[in-house]
């Protein structure tokens, strides 16, 4: 039997860097941990635009979001899969940081680091696999398909 939850099924990320490599993470005020910028896919809403509008909304950026770096499935036992798309949003200049304006309602900080200085207790279980696939994407030229069981 599976569980509902009133978390969309369909989530969008960006992974968007600063000029030295670092990547930014957002901590939202609702979850014990940090994640990648975004949120839930609409009602017939792309992921793609739905990232744009959620990095618009929580970080009041409106990003021109690349291309797809990683579709992930992500099975927990009892509960509907849920799909993540996470896009390329480019790297932001020091003076495009200091127009980043956090939606306080939904966001507490934010901060650039680099991967290997995000520990695992940051981070849901299946996020790292999804940020280092997606680190590696960026770094290459193809999408990569993860399916996550947790």
């Known amino acids: 039997m599976s569980q509902s939850t009133d978390r969309p099924s369909v989530s969008a990320g960006a992974v ?4 030295q490599g670092r990547v930014l ?5 609702y979850k014990p941990y940090w994640n990648l910028p975004g949120g839930g896919v ?7 635009d739905a990232c744009r509008r959620e990095v618009l ?3 009041g950026l409106d990003l021109e979001i690349g291309r797809l770096l990683v579709h992930a499935t992500v099975s927990v036992p009892g509960r509907e899969p849920r799909e993540y798309f996470v896009f390329d949003g480019g790297v932001l200049s020091a003076a495009r940081q200091q127009a980043i304006r956090l ?3 939904e966001l507490g900080a934010f901060r650039f680091s680099r991967p290997e200085d995000i520990t695992d207790e ?3 279980p299946s996020a790292r696999r999804m940020w280092d696939a997606a680190l ?5 030229t193809e999408t990569i ?3 996550v069981t947790l």
Do not use: H, T, Y
């Not at 968007?16 to 000029?19: A, L, R």
């Not at 993470?25 to 005020?29: A, E, F, L, S």
């Not at 590696?136 to 290459?140: H, T």
């Open 25 to 29: 993470i957002v901590d939202p005020v």
């Open 42 to 48: 609409e009602a017939g809403e792309n992921a793609k």
């Open 145 to 147: 398909e993860l399916a």
């Open 136 to 140: 590696a994407a960026r770094a290459g």
């Open 103 to 105: 939606q306080e309602s």
């Open 57 to 59: 909304e929580e970080l």
């Open 16 to 19: 968007i860097c600063d000029e």
């Open 122 to 124: 940051e981070i849901p």
